[in-house]
């Protein structure tokens, strides 16, 4: 595990922070390292979800033949291939 160097800061009410306190107080946990955990799940749960993706049958079919289709002619793409990327330069 990485040692914590940086620090996030955020304003809650009252009630937020007791609501917080409670729960992290049954789990036997400090609010920062509850806070932490949960957004740190909830944040690898939002960058899967945007990764990864179900298909139906006929959505995995309509997919794969487009996947294997000849590939048509498009010079945006020629060109976009053909320049040297900046680090090149």
Do not use: C, Y
Request: hydrophobic residues 50%; negative net charge; without cysteine.
């Amino acid at each position: 595990m990485s040692v914590a160097t940086e620090v996030i800061n955020v304003r809650i009410s009252a009630e937020q922070k007791a609501i917080i306190d409670s729960a992290a107080q049954l789990l036997g946990k400090s609010r920062t390292a509850f806070i932490l955990d949960l957004a740190v799940r909830h944040a690898e749960d939002v960058l899967a979800e945007k990764a990864h993706f179900q298909l139906s049958m006929e959505q995995w079919d309509a997919f794969t033949t487009m996947l294997d289709a000849p590939v048509r002619p498009n010079s945006a793409l020629v060109r976009l291939l053909n320049t040297p990327a900046p680090w090149d330069k």
